[in-house]
């Protein structure tokens, strides 16, 4: 059983849809430079950063909310 949730932003959206919609508009070095983790940082590559955020709730919150701020400004 889904429900909706009209009061959350990120609901139905992938943490990989996430990411890639970031890197696409910051690339990898920005994103690093905004969100300062290794796996942004050194050797970035979308599986190794997806295996990181999903295991670390504070680096996921800061990513979820980068989003959030720039879908609010475009």
Request: hydrophobic share 40%.
């Amino acid at each position: 059983m889904t429900q909706a949730q009209p009061n959350n932003p990120l609901h139905g959206i992938t943490l990989k849809q996430i990411l890639n919609e970031l890197l696409e508009h910051y690339g990898w070095e920005e994103l690093g430079a905004l969100i300062d983790i290794r796996s942004f940082n050194h050797e970035p590559s979308l599986k190794s950063s997806l295996k990181f955020l999903r295991k670390t709730p504070w680096a996921r919150e800061k990513v979820e909310e980068l989003y959030l701020e720039m879908i609010a400004a475009s």
